[in-house]
């Protein structure tokens, strides 16, 4: 199975701060079609699991575009520019090139 | 709007089974390829169950942890799926996302607790 890593585990912003997550996953996650199914999930306290990214860089519908993701083969990137109150949750990888379809453990945002 | 529903979660003895219900309402179920994915106390996310549309022969996957044991299944004309889970161990303790097209849409979740 592949293995999806993300740092930090945790991570304090201040309210208008950017952040940044890194996932790697531990082989090339670039599907025989040519596309690569790296996506990024994002879980508010007490909320069901809602994707804002998929395939890398596309922004699902109505995610504001502070958000944005980068990468390719093995390793990608969320960021957040100008990080804002609602943002503050658990943000997971998460791969669908291959099957069983794997998670990062989670990086939880939080308020400093 | 998309909805997922999931249903029939609850306290059960290892050993035991459960079956899972998720109605979904929204878009067309019958084209869609639906998954399970579990949530564990310690907040991992794991992906357990796909199935297939008709044109693909409603194929299903499993994680290797529960083949066997669960069984994935849908009723195109009710517009839903279900998770049937036997043999029950402590480790599935876990909240159960239904999910449209592995992670496009949540539903909210239910919670299945294995434990004597």
């Known amino acids: 199975d592949i293995v999806m890593t993300q740092t930090p585990l945790s991570l304090s912003v201040a309210i208008g701060q950017s952040a940044s997550i890194s996932c790697k996953s531990s082989q090339s996650l670039k599907y025989s079609d040519g596309k690569t199914y790296l996506n990024w999930v994002f879980q508010s306290p007490g909320q069901s699991p809602k994707r804002l990214i998929y395939?890398?860089?596309k922004l699902d519908s109505g995610v504001p575009d502070r958000f944005s993701g980068t990468g390719s083969e093995t390793d990608f990137t969320l960021k957040i520019s100008r990080v804002e109150a609602e943002d503050l949750g658990v943000y997971y990888c998460?791969?669908?090139?291959?099957?069983?379809?794997?998670f990062g453990g989670g990086t939880k945002l939080e308020l400093k | 709007e998309v909805q997922l529903v999931e249903t029939g979660g609850g306290l059960v003895q290892p050993g035991k089974s459960l079956k899972l219900t998720c109605a979904t309402s929204g878009f067309t179920f019958s084209t869609a390829w639906m998954h399970w994915v579990r949530q564990s106390p310690d907040k991992r996310l794991e992906w357990i169950a796909r199935?297939?549309?008709?044109?693909?022969?409603?194929?299903?996957d499993y994680v290797e942890s529960v083949k066997g044991r669960f069984t994935i299944s849908r009723d195109d004309s009710k517009s839903s799926v279900y998770l049937q889970m036997n043999s029950l161990k402590e480790e599935d303790t876990a909240t159960y996302y239904c999910?449209?097209?592995?992670?496009?849409?949540w539903g909210q979740g239910v919670m299945v607790t294995v434990s004597s």
């Open positions: 395939q890398v860089s």
């Open positions: 999910t449209r097209g592995y992670t496009d849409y």
């Open positions: 998460c791969q669908g090139s291959y099957s069983p379809g794997t």
């Open positions: 199935i297939k549309d008709k044109s693909n022969n409603y194929a299903t």
